[in-house]
């Protein structure tokens, strides 16, 4: 069986969308991608690995996901790589900061229980224009934020974004995480923003002081990660 690489969704319209656009610019036809969607937020994305610690997180995932086409017939052993993307949803009644630092200690390897993403506060962070260095939102608007982007927005039709627009979004956002996490708006040096690092100033300088989130997609993070500097144009 070939190699593959399992995506997780968090919700089953946006992402996947995202999920299809990069693929078209970044990755090989030959690639073997796998989407499953797991249909909740990041809060029940822990209630249900907490239910049993130790067992195997995998077995525990494909249980929670089965109508995800193609995943039933796979093993762990089937899957070489492993990236979840989730909101933040800091509005969300069960929200605690010491419950993502477990899920960011519990999915920080990709080859092994998989690699956790996370947008602030959701998905459609993509979607800003700028400026945005010292955007925020606050967690009690997480609800309407959707909302603010209106029928104009260049990005609204996510499939249809460029590789050249991609470009640009990777770049701003890749600013935004080194200004979060290091204070300097420059590009940051290849792998030098970790989602841990990301989560902890989050809650260090936004969540806890002003129960804010400083906005931030995980998408572009993950494609600066995942390929070499000679396959990325704006390296």
């Given amino acids: 069986m070939s190699y593959k690489i399992l995506f997780i969704f968090e919700g089953q319209k946006t992402?996947?969308?995202i999920g299809d656009c990069l693929q078209h610019h970044f990755f090989s036809e030959d690639s073997s991608i796998i989407y499953s969607v797991f249909?909740?937020?990041?809060?029940?994305?822990y209630d249900v690995l907490r239910r049993d610690e130790h067992a195997d997180v995998f077995e525990v995932l494909k249980e929670q996901m089965p109508s995800s086409q193609g995943l039933q017939d796979l093993d762990s052993s089937d899957i070489g790589e492993i990236y979840l993307f989730f909101d933040h949803d800091?509005?969300?009644t069960r929200a605690d900061n010491s419950k993502i630092l477990n899920l960011l200690a519990t999915f920080n390897n990709e080859t092994d229980n998989g690699l956790l993403y996370i947008n602030y506060p959701m998905v459609e962070a993509i979607k800003e224009?700028?400026?945005?260095?010292?955007?925020?939102?606050?967690?009690?608007d997480n609800r309407r934020y959707k909302s603010t982007f209106s029928g104009t927005n260049p990005y609204n039709d996510l499939q249809q974004i460029s590789k050249s627009n991609w470009n640009e979004i990777i770049v701003k956002h890749l600013r935004k995480a080194n200004w979060i996490v290091n204070n300097?708006?420059?590009l940051p040096i290849k792998n030098s923003v970790e989602q841990f690092d990301v989560y902890k100033k989050q809650i260090d300088d936004y969540i806890t002081p002003s129960n804010c989130v400083s906005i931030l997609s995980a998408f572009p993070l993950f494609i600066?990660?995942?390929f070499k500097d000679e396959q990325l144009d704006y390296r």
Avoid at 39 to 45: A, H, P
Avoid at 130 to 140: D, G, H, L, M
Wanted: aromatic letters at 12%; a negative charge.
């Fill in 129 to 140: 224009l700028e400026p945005f260095k010292n955007k925020v939102c606050a967690i009690s």
């Fill in 224 to 226: 600066d990660n995942y």
């Fill in 15 to 17: 992402e996947p969308k």
């Fill in 184 to 186: 300097d708006y420059d």
């Fill in 39 to 45: 249909g909740s937020n990041i809060y029940s994305l």
């Fill in 90 to 92: 800091g509005h969300d």
